[in-house]
């Protein structure tokens, strides 16, 4: 009797843990996809803002200049193969 009277009672504790969930689980995708379509247009606006080509230079180290001047390239040694 005890058996029969623990499993009525945990079919019908999962059925309603099952009905519950039909509604729960699909409110908590909604809330995640809003989110995430939220931060997208957060990006897409930031990015749209900043002007196309232009550079913003926020620090210049005043140690660190240049051995050659800026008229002179870099010499690369290469090997001519045949």
Known sequence: MLLILFL???ICVLYIIRSL????IPALFQSVINKAQ??????Q???QRKPE???KVDYIP???KGKLPDTEGE???YEEVK
């Open 8 to 10: 009525i009672i945990s």
């Open 38 to 43: 939220q931060q997208t247009q957060q990006q």
């Open 21 to 24: 969930m039909r509604y729960l």
């Open 53 to 55: 080509g232009a550079i």
């Open 62 to 64: 005043e140690g660190k």
């Open 75 to 77: 010499f690369v040694d």
């Open 45 to 47: 606006n930031y990015q």
